[in-house]
């Protein structure tokens, strides 16, 4: 009976005793959990462009100060660097390339206003008009803020030389641009050459209808590319794609006034363009020369397809869909027509509604004599004049596609089938950029 009692309270004390190991195991779990959350936080670090000498008077020269700050921000090993641009300030940069690679993630948040020289005059004599802000070689980065980018383009619209760009990204990668206000640039507003994995979302690009050149989003040679939930209004593209462009995802787009959402022009100079994988979507194009366009020039090879246009709302828009492959850069010139062209094929117009501009017809297809467009499909088309009753009928020329549905104003001008003209090996010799 004794040895019975001695074994309970054995048995009691092994349970107790593993219950504890339990407990103090569990312990420095949690401890070790709380240990790396905390250092999570550590891996952050900000760096305020005041705190090294920026002033931000609006005359004061601060690129300096901004340098130092990049510099810093770029070779911190910490794994998010911040760089803030404080609210209450403007700040006077000349043109600065700010360069990569950095070690970590880094974020440029830009709450107070940017701006560049006042105009030609106040242009260093030494450096390039051509850009502004350009970051280059970046992997990881956001620029964001609730401040403005002020391009302060007035002074260089009448001028007959090409002024620069505001915001240029070169050979980048996993780029974020959000939540930020962009103003009247010399030329294009931001641009993203050979670059991928960018996403734009909720920015505001604004300059006069007529300025010149101002496009709002540029990107050229560049894969992966979303811009999201975005109100442009210029004097030129909305958003303008060149050659090399793959995997394009532009939504919920506000556009007008300015010239649309455009794919090229492409194939200048006899030039080889590729694009592909091009979707818009979801947008309002409202007051523009434009609606949806794809433009080449004659003399170039290369192609465009795989594009689709859909659910898009247009109000008083002159050329609502057109395809030019005519496009001459001067109004009113006559381009050469010429043996070759980039091949224009697989477009989808899907759900396109609203009302145009009666001097131009709702849906033109312009297409070269030598190089066909081919399937281009229309459904679910209902685009009508904007002032009185006088329809426009669409223009086709060398066209090739069929209507999934009925469309307004009805369209009998594409033609069926597809023509033995096309050469096939003109979209083969396309590669991917990488």
């Given at each position: 009976?004794l040895r019975m009692k001695y074994c309970h309270i054995s048995a009691l ?334 477009i989808l117009y899907r759900n396109i509604k609203g009302t145009y501009d ?77």
């Open positions: 009976m004390v092994l349970c107790m005793f593993f219950l504890s190991l339990i407990l103090s195991i569990q312990a420095r779990h949690h401890s070790h959990k709380r240990q790396r959350h905390s250092h999570s936080h550590k891996s952050s670090r900000t760096f305020d462009v005041t705190k090294f000498g920026a002033i931000g008077d609006g005359i004061t020269d601060d690129t300096e100060s901004f340098k130092m700050a990049w510099d810093t921000a770029c070779e911190s090993e910490s794994e998010f660097n911040v760089i803030i641009v404080p609210k209450g300030f403007s700040f006077l940069i000349q043109p600065t390339i700010f360069t990569g690679p950095c070690h970590g993630y880094l974020v440029l948040k830009v709450d107070g206003t940017i701006m560049p020289p006042d105009g030609p005059d106040s242009w260093p004599k030494n450096n390039t008009k051509r850009l502004w802000l350009v970051f280059y070689r970046i992997n990881g980065m956001s620029l964001e803020g609730g401040g403005l980018i002020d391009g302060r383009g007035d002074k260089w619209w009448e001028l007959p030389c090409k002024p620069h760009r505001a915001i240029n990204f070169f050979m980048g990668s996993n780029l974020t641009v959000q939540e930020l206000r962009v103003r009247d640039s010399p030329q294009i507003h931001l641009r993203f050459d050979a670059c991928r994995s960018v996403h734009i979302e909720s920015i505001h690009i604004k300059a006069p209808r007529l300025s010149p050149n101002t496009d709002g989003i540029h990107i050229e040679n560049s894969t992966d590319v979303k811009i999201y939930n975005t109100v442009i209004s210029n004097g030129d593209d909305c958003v303008s794609i060149g050659t090399g462009c793959y995997d394009v995802d532009i939504k919920n787009i506000t556009c007008g006034p300015g010239h649309g959402i455009s794919i090229g022009s492409l194939g200048k100079y006899n030039s080889r363009a590729c694009v592909s994988n091009i979707k818009v979507r979801d947008s309002v194009i409202q007051m523009t020369d434009n609606g949806v366009r794809i433009k080449t020039w004659q003399g170039g090879s290369g192609y465009v397809s795989g594009i689709t246009f859909s659910n898009i709302h247009m109000y008083n828009v002159r050329n609502p869909m057109i395809i030019d492959q005519f496009y001459c850069l001067k109004e009113g010139e006559v381009c050469r027509n010429k043996t070759s062209a980039v091949v224009v094929s697989d009666i001097r131009s017809p709702p849906m033109r297809f312009a297409c070269s004599d030598s190089v066909p467009c081919t399937n281009l499909t229309l459904s679910d088309i209902e685009l009508l004049p904007d002032q009185g009753d006088m329809v426009v009928d669409p223009f086709c020329w060398n066209a090739y596609g069929d209507l999934r549905t009925q469309t307004i104003p009805p369209v009998f001008c594409l033609l069926d089938g597809f023509p033995q003209s096309i050469l096939h090996n003109d979209i083969a010799h396309c590669t991917r950029y990488s």
